[in-house]
């Protein structure tokens, strides 16, 4: 395959485009963006992060697209959780008109780029994807398989998480598996 020539900001822009103009919360917003990323092999920078792999990259990007009024962020807040009152909000990134014009010249300018991370985007976020908790085992699962570049089975994976602090459970696991197989990032020995 051969490498895109697309700025974050770009990828990004096509993820909205792609996904009909909005992406309801950050983590899903940042593991399709991991899971492109691997699909178009397009390094963007993730590194462990509480819910799996994030992107300071592509949080600056949104930043960026923000600034320039090509994206709104909106928030949805759901009140209080806890004795620690933290607040539960989700965001939502939603492209406004400019965003929507500059994606049509991308379509034009790198229409081949356009394409690759297009097709990419339907395997990754088909009507299979799953809720954002199995997104965020699958991202993990995936960023422990591609750090220790060899097969490991569930229990392997479960342990390494660990060591990131992550708590993985089998269930999600398998869950997560499944997806990753169905958007081709992992395949089972023996089958």
Same mark, same amino acid.
């Given at each position: 395959?051969?490498?895109?020539? !697309?700025?974050?900001?770009?990828?990004?822009?096509?993820?909205?485009?792609?996904? %009909?103009?909005?992406?309801?919360?950050?983590?899903?917003? =940042?593991?399709?963006?991991?899971?492109?990323?691997?699909?178009?092999? +397009?390094?963007?920078?993730? /590194?462990? +992060?509480?819910? %799996?792999?994030?992107?300071?990259?592509?949080?600056?990007?949104?930043?960026?697209?923000?600034?320039?009024?090509?994206?709104?962020?909106?928030?949805?807040?759901? %009140?209080? *959780?806890?004795? =620690?009152?933290?607040?539960?909000?989700?965001?939502?990134?939603?492209?406004?008109?400019? %965003?929507?014009?500059?994606?049509?010249?991308?379509? =034009?300018?790198?229409?081949?780029?356009?394409?690759?991370?297009?097709?990419?985007? *339907? /395997?990754?976020?088909?009507? +299979?994807?799953?809720?954002?908790?199995?997104?965020?085992?699958?991202?993990? *699962?995936?960023?422990?398989?591609?750090? =220790?570049?060899?097969? !490991?089975?569930?229990?392997?994976?479960?342990?390494?998480?660990?060591?990131?602090?992550?708590?993985?459970?089998?269930?999600?696991?398998?869950?997560?598996?499944?997806?990753?197989?169905?958007?081709?990032?992992?395949?089972?020995?023996?089958?």
């Amino acid at each position: 395959m051969r490498k895109i020539n !697309m700025s974050p900001r770009e990828i990004v822009l096509c993820m909205l485009g792609e996904s %009909g103009g909005s992406i309801k919360g950050k983590t899903k917003l =940042q593991k399709r963006g991991y899971f492109l990323s691997l699909r178009i092999d +397009h390094d963007l920078g993730y /590194k462990p +992060h509480y819910y %799996g792999p994030f992107s300071p990259t592509i949080d600056s990007a949104i930043s960026e697209l923000k600034a320039l009024g090509f994206v709104e962020e909106r928030i949805d807040r759901f %009140g209080a *959780a806890g004795d =620690q009152g933290f607040e539960i909000k989700r965001f939502e990134y939603v492209l406004t008109e400019d %965003g929507k014009s500059v994606i049509e010249v991308l379509k =034009q300018s790198k229409s081949k780029d356009y394409s690759l991370v297009s097709t990419a985007l *339907a /395997k990754v976020a088909g009507n +299979h994807e799953p809720d954002y908790v199995v997104q965020s085992v699958a991202a993990k *699962a995936i960023f422990i398989l591609k750090q =220790q570049k060899k097969p !490991m089975n569930s229990q392997q994976i479960r342990e390494e998480a660990k060591k990131f602090d992550w708590n993985v459970s089998a269930e999600n696991l398998n869950k997560a598996v499944e997806y990753l197989r169905k958007i081709e990032l992992v395949s089972l020995s023996g089958k």
